[in-house]
């Protein structure tokens, strides 16, 4: 799958430890780290609270091989589901997917999550549904050969 970027997108809110937050998401990108755009974002919460976005992303060449290592992580049930749930998943050649952010900080697993408290990936793709799904389909039956 060529993809022509990857971005990360994570709130922080008072009550996390940013730094482990941040922590967590540089070691799985510590391959690309050279090759990624931080941008941070002070936001006020509903009653007056600070959150903080952090967006992570990785365009050309390098987004693909981030792609394809943040995929291999992932364990072989998640990429089922991915599949069979692709459909509301992909936007035009845009996959959205939803990782746990705190197994990422606790346990360094990149576990697919549909929900709150995660971190929003959005890996924009040259093919569309199709080359997406088939790439999906290589990754799972590597994992299980």
Do not use: P, W
Not at 102 to 122: A, H, R, S
Request: proline share 0%; charged share 30%; with cysteine.
């Amino acid at each position: 799958m060529k993809v022509s970027s990857i971005s990360f997108t994570v709130f922080c809110y008072e009550t996390e430890d940013k730094n482990k937050i941040v922590t967590s998401i540089i070691s799985f990108l510590k391959d690309f780290r050279e090759y990624v755009d931080i941008k941070e974002l002070k936001l006020q919460g509903h009653y007056g609270d600070t959150i903080i976005s952090i967006k992570y992303e990785i365009k050309g060449k390098m987004a693909t091989s981030a792609a394809e290592a943040l995929l291999s992580r992932l364990d072989t049930s998640d990429i089922i589901f991915l599949i069979g749930t692709l459909g509301e998943r992909v936007d035009r050649s845009k996959l959205h997917l939803r990782l746990d952010k705190q197994k990422l900080v606790g346990e360094g697993k990149l576990t697919v999550k549909d929900g709150n408290d995660v971190i929003k990936v959005i890996i924009s793709s040259n093919g569309g549904i199709d080359k997406i799904k088939e790439e999906l389909k290589q990754i799972a039956n590597r994992a299980m050969s």
